[in-house]
């Protein structure tokens, strides 16, 4: 059993910065690639970002690509999403999921999944 849990979500201005955390534990959490995804009211689920098992790549979706960067921490069992020069658009719960094969910018690419966490950013 897997459980992910997304934290540090919340209210910022456009232009601000948020870091969001994801949690894991059971499945060796650290030899699993993982991903970060969002879901705005109305829309459907997109890609934000994946990072490797060991931290050594990491890819991201062209609408956060230089704004948002994913970091691990092993010693934590946690994955974390920092988010800088935010912008209205990026309103959306995110999510954290484990990776088990296939196209990483797809979510059936991923067999745990995180409750998710509310980012709001106000113009």
């Known amino acids: 059993q897997v459980l992910l849990v997304e934290s540090g979500g919340g209210l910022v201005q456009a232009g601000g910065s948020l870091r969001l955390s994801c949690a894991g534990s059971?499945?060796?959490?650290?030899?699993?690639?993982m991903g970060w995804f969002r879901q705005a009211p109305g829309k459907e689920r997109e890609f934000v970002g994946y990072?490797?098992?060991?931290?050594?790549?990491?890819y991201y979706a062209d609408s956060v690509k230089g704004r948002f960067t994913i970091s691990r921490d092993y010693a934590k069992n946690t994955m974390y999403l920092q988010m800088n020069s935010l912008k209205p658009e990026d309103t959306a719960v995110y999510y954290c999921?484990?990776?088990?094969?296939?196209?990483?910018?797809?979510?059936?690419?991923?067999?745990?999944w995180g409750q998710g966490t509310q980012v709001t950013v106000s113009s």
């Open positions: 059971g499945r060796t959490f650290s030899g699993y690639d």
């Open positions: 999921a484990q990776y088990i094969g296939g196209s990483y910018s797809r979510g059936n690419a991923y067999d745990y």
């Open positions: 990072i490797t098992w060991n931290g050594g790549n990491a």
